[in-house]
């Protein structure tokens, strides 16, 4: 059964951090590219980060660039977004994606509010 559980959301007020976690299970791991998405409400799903099957690659959505960090842990079947200097913008439910040959599976989503 494949299952990827997201955690670490929550409310922080503008300029903190946060970091998102998402454990995998169910499918090769490795073979996944991981890719964090992000919905905020009335808004469509958009990339906010992504990473290759190794790590060694990495992009970024634009709006995000410079404050979040990616990563995976291949042995441990996890990838991290690591979220500084949030903004209020960065508000909305955060989604955790594996994509790879014939396969693209979601998590259920973290909520991250950014509120004065």
């Known amino acids: 059964q494949v299952q990827l559980v997201e955690s670490g959301g929550g409310s922080v007020q503008p300029g903190e951090s946060l970091r998102l976690s998402c454990a995998a299970s169910?499918?090769?791991?490795?073979?996944?590219?991981m890719s964090w998405y992000r919905q905020a409400p009335g808004k469509e799903r958009e990339l906010v980060a992504q990473?290759?099957?190794?790590?060694?690659?990495?992009d970024y959505a634009d709006s995000v660039g410079g404050r979040f960090t990616i990563s995976r842990d291949n042995a441990k079947k996890t990838v991290d977004l690591q979220m500084n200097s949030l903004k209020p913008e960065d508000t909305a439910v955060y989604y955790c994606?594996?994509?790879?040959?014939?396969?693209?599976?979601w998590g259920q989503g973290t909520q991250v509010t950014v509120s004065s």
């Open positions: 994606n594996a994509g790879g040959f014939g396969f693209d599976y």
């Open positions: 169910g499918f090769t791991f490795a073979m996944a590219a």
């Open positions: 990473i290759s099957r190794a790590g060694g690659d990495k």
